[in-house]
C-alpha cells in the first residue's frame, strides 16, 4: 500500500511538472535561414502573445554542444553570424519562450549547410555600349563571410539578353566564367535588356536574378584616332585664339568699345590760344609797387631810359612797368602777376623816368 501511495504522488508530481511547463505555448514555425552567408533563427510568436514575452535561442554545428545565441529578446529572429561560423559547417537552433517565471519547452529548427544550402543574393549588372555591341560587367553580391570566389572555387554566370519588348526571343549565354562578357550579335541604334544569374560547384540552387539592366548600341564604332584627332584639333584652336587674344587685347578692345570722336569744327575750339590778346582781355588784378606820382617842379632828377640802363637801380632788380605808350615791351621781367612788367628800349618809349630821392621808381605820366 505505501509503495502505490508513493507511485501515485510521484507520477502526480510529475504530471504537475508537465502541465506547469505547457502552461506557456511554445514558438511555432522555427526555422533556419541563411542568405549570402549569414546564418539566422528565426520564428513566429505563439498564439495569445503578450508584449512582456521574451525568446532566449542556441545553436550548435555538427561537431558542437547548445551555445547561447540571443538572450531574452523581444524580436522574432537572432543573427548568429557574429558567433564564429565557418562556411563549411552544418548547422540548427533551438528557441524558447519567457514569460515573468514561466517558460516553454525548447523548439529545434532544421539543419542547414552553409555553403550548400545558403540563397545566393543577385549578382549587379552595369552595361556600357561599343558601337553595335555591349559590355556586360558583373559583380558578384557581398556574402556576410569571406568572398563568392573564396567560398566557391567554381562559379559561372548565365546571361540572358533580349531586345527590348521581345522577351519571348530570348537568347542565353550558360557557364560564362569572366564576369566582363561582349555581345556582339547585336544590331545597331537597338535597346536591349539583361539578366544574369550565378551559378556555383557546391550550392545545388542558382542565385537570385540580377534586376533587368537595358542600354542601347550604337552605330558602327569609329577608328579611335578619330577620336584623339578631334580633341587635338579643338584643344589647338583653343590654345591659338587665347594667345591671338592675349596679343592683340588693345586692338580688340578699342574694336569692340570705340571711343567717341569729337567733329573737327568742336577740336579747332578746344586748342590753345596762339594770341595774347586773350590774356589782355581776361580780368586781371594788379599788384603794383608803391609809386609815387608828382609834378614836374618837385622832380628830384630826370633821366631817360638809356641813363637808367646803366645805373645800379637796374641791377638791384628795380621794376618798370610797361605803360600802353611803350610799343615794342623787349624784356620781360616778371610775368607771374596778371600785370606784365618789361623793360623798354630807350627809343621806344615817350615821357622821361624819374628817380625820387628816396629810391622809388616815379612814373611822369
Not at 549587379?124 to 569571406?146: A, C, F, K, R
Request: charged share 15%.
Amino acid at each position: 500500500m505505501n509503495k502505490l501511495l508513493v507511485i501515485t504522488v510521484s507520477l502526480c508530481l510529475d504530471l504537475n511538472c508537465t502541465v506547469a511547463s505547457e502552461l506557456l505555448k511554445r514558438p511555432t514555425n522555427v526555422r533556419l535561414t541563411s542568405h549570402n552567408m549569414n546564418l539566422v533563427l528565426k520564428w513566429d510568436p505563439p498564439e495569445g502573445t503578450t508584449s512582456d514575452m521574451v525568446y532566449t535561442t542556441m545553436y550548435r554545428s555538427s561537431a558542437t554542444d547548445y551555445r547561447i545565441g540571443c538572450s531574452n529578446i523581444s524580436s522574432f529572429e537572432c543573427d548568429f553570424t557574429a558567433l564564429k561560423i565557418s562556411q563549411y559547417g552544418n548547422y540548427t537552433g533551438r528557441v524558447q519562450a519567457l514569460l515573468g517565471e514561466e517558460s516553454s519547452n525548447w523548439v529545434e529548427s532544421n539543419y542547414i549547410t552553409l555553403d550548400t544550402d545558403t540563397v545566393i543574393g543577385s549578382p549587379t549588372v552595369s552595361l556600357s555600349s561599343n558601337g553595335p555591341t555591349l559590355e556586360v560587367t558583373i559583380q558578384d553580391p557581398v556574402l556576410s563571410i569571406l568572398t563568392l570566389r573564396d567560398v566557391y572555387n567554381g562559379v559561372t554566370y548565365n546571361i540572358t539578353y533580349w531586345k527590348k519588348g521581345q522577351n519571348e526571343k530570348a537568347r542565353s549565354i550558360a557557364n560564362m566564367q569572366q564576369n566582363r562578357v561582349v555581345l556582339n550579335d547585336l544590331g545597331p541604334r537597338t535597346k536591349y535588356c539583361v539578366q544574369v544569374q550565378i551559378n556555383t560547384d557546391k550550392n545545388r540552387n542558382p542565385s537570385q536574378p540580377s534586376n533587368i539592366t537595358c542600354e542601347s548600341t550604337a552605330n558602327e564604332q569609329e577608328a579611335p584616332w578619330v577620336a584623339a584627332l578631334v580633341a587635338f584639333v579643338i584643344m589647338a584652336v583653343a590654345v591659338a585664339l587665347l594667345v591671338v587674344v592675349v596679343v592683340y587685347w588693345k586692338s580688340i578692345s578699342q574694336f569692340l568699345c570705340p571711343k567717341d570722336a569729337l567733329p573737327p569744327h568742336f577740336e579747332s575750339l578746344l586748342a590753345h590760344p596762339k594770341s595774347n590778346i586773350y590774356l589782355q582781355l581776361s580780368p586781371a588784378e594788379e599788384i603794383c609797387h608803391r609809386c609815387s606820382i608828382i609834378a614836374g617842379t618837385e622832380v628830384v632828377k630826370a633821366v631817360d631810359l638809356h641813363t637808367l640802363r646803366n645805373r645800379h637801380i637796374f641791377k638791384l632788380g628795380f621794376r618798370v612797368k610797361c605803360n600802353n605808350f611803350c610799343s615794342s615791351p623787349s624784356i620781360l621781367l616778371k610775368a607771374c602777376a596778371p600785370v606784365k612788367w618789361c623793360l623798354a628800349e630807350p627809343q621806344t618809349c615817350a615821357g622821361a623816368i624819374l628817380i625820387h630821392h628816396s629810391g622809388d621808381v616815379i612814373f611822369v605820366l
